[in-house]
């Protein structure tokens, strides 16, 4: 289908070390969005690219967490020095555009854990 | 500050039973409401928004302005309506900000 896609599906990794989770929004979306959600949690937001700037960061929890869309498609969220803190699914979601209220269209997450 | 509130972590009812779903919301100025849903080992989707005062899957939400609530209602549950179940307010372009979610679970 058509829908958001997200990269890994299931990430496992050390603390302190680096990872990167990608999304592959749906086509013509210009809308972007990173939410995470930590067990037994709504989901929380981190970012939000309209094109290819992010129009709001305001929910990236501290400088560790960086996220990009360079060409105003795919996006990749980016953690360094992850800590077990950092433990939670990450989901993305698009939509046309970000006015109004358009639908939002979820990916199917990243469950990232940090051992 | 905005924020969204669901009571209930778990709601249990048996087939052909009333659901009432929880929500209440801080929020200055007009809010625009919604519901999603999380079915088993699928990802989030819209259910109803309160500005198209639809009917989904015989779903129906009424925002309460004075009550500053967002109540999900069907009136005869059926089991494939048991899933997760947020409630969330739009904080402007389409950023939402989500409860922590109602799991409905509908008994036969």
């Known amino acids: 289908g058509a829908g958001v896609s997200q990269t890994p599906s299931n990430k496992v990794t050390e603390k302190g070390k680096y990872v990167e989770l990608r999304c592959d929004p749906i086509?013509?979306?210009?809308?972007l969005y990173w939410y995470r959600q930590s067990l037994g949690q709504g989901p929380e937001f981190l970012i939000y690219?309209?094109?290819?700037?992010?129009?709001?960061d305001s929910g990236l929890p501290n400088d560790r967490f960086f996220a990009v869309r360079p060409e105003g498609s795919v996006s990749t969220l980016k953690i360094q020095r992850t800590e077990r803190g950092d433990s939670a699914v990450y989901l993305c979601?698009?939509?046309?555009?970000?006015?109004?209220?358009?639908?939002?269209?979820f990916g199917q997450g990243t469950r990232l854990t940090v051992v | 500050a905005q924020r969204v509130t669901q009571p209930e972590k778990l709601l249990s009812v048996f087939k052909g039973a009333p659901v009432e779903l929880k929500c209440n919301y801080s929020y200055s100025g007009s809010p625009e409401l919604f519901w999603y849903v999380q079915y088993s080992r699928q990802r989030l989707q819209l259910l109803l928004r309160h500005i198209s005062r639809e009917s989904i899957k015989g779903f129906t939400a009424d925002l309460n302005k004075g009550e500053t609530s967002f109540h999900l209602k069907k009136p005869f549950a059926q089991e494939e309506d048991s899933a997760m179940y947020y409630c969330a307010l739009s904080g402007g372009y389409n950023k939402l900000i989500f409860g922590a979610g109602t799991r409905l679970a509908v008994h036969p």
């Open positions: 690219f309209q094109g290819t700037g992010a129009a709001d």
């Open positions: 979601a698009s939509s046309r555009s970000g006015t109004g209220t358009t639908e939002a269209f």
């Open positions: 086509s013509g979306h210009t809308a």
